[in-house]
């Protein structure tokens, strides 16, 4: 529930939606005609913890951040199509399909798997790093300059 007379949804495809009830009908079904139940035993929002104001802007776009310029996008973008191979994810689940599953995933560069380059033995780095021709300390700076991110990246054309 977003408000009282409001709720957001989303569906398998990655929409996402907010349905307000018109007033006149929360309204309606708010009149107690029977007079069988105390108002005050109603709970307000079903115990949802937290009110969203229709003026405030909201987090949509919290894991969202646009790159400064195409090289940049491109250097992440092959920078995780070699962790992808060699660094599989811990659930042995396929990295692509877990990310795309009913649509694949355009423009979109997963930010976590970025990162997990630091982790890997130096072996790894030093491969990785010569088919990417940067040092392994270069990529390493530039993965912790644009390490506000956390989640996902939005590639932008420069």
């Known amino acids: 529930m977003v408000d ?6 989303g569906d398998k495809f990655g929409n996402m939606f907010i ?9 309606e079904a708010d009149e107690e005609q029977t007079g069988l139940h105390l108002i005050n035993a109603r709970e307000y929002l079903h115990g949802t913890p937290h009110r969203y104001h229709q003026n405030e802007s909201g987090s949509w776009w919290a894991g969202n ?6 090289e940049d996008a491109d250097f992440f973008q092959n920078l995780e199509q070699h962790l992808r191979t060699e660094d599989p994810p811990l659930a042995g689940r396929d990295h692509l399909m ?3 599953y009913y649509a694949p995933v355009k423009g979109v560069i997963d930010g976590d798997l970025c990162e997990r380059y630091n982790l890997l033995p ?3 780095k030093l491969m990785i790093a010569g088919e990417l ?3 392994v300390r270069e990529i390493e700076r ?4 644009s390490s506000p991110w956390r989640d996902v990246y939005i590639l932008t054309m420069c």
Request: aromatic letters at 8%.
């Open 4 to 9: 009282y007379e409001s709720v957001a949804g």
């Open 19 to 27: 349905v307000r009830c018109p007033e006149k009908a929360s309204e």
């Open 65 to 70: 951040f646009a790159m400064e310029c195409r």
């Open 98 to 100: 877990y990310r795309g």
């Open 122 to 124: 130096n072996d790894k």
């Open 133 to 135: 021709d940067r040092s």
């Open 142 to 145: 530039k993965i912790s300059v």
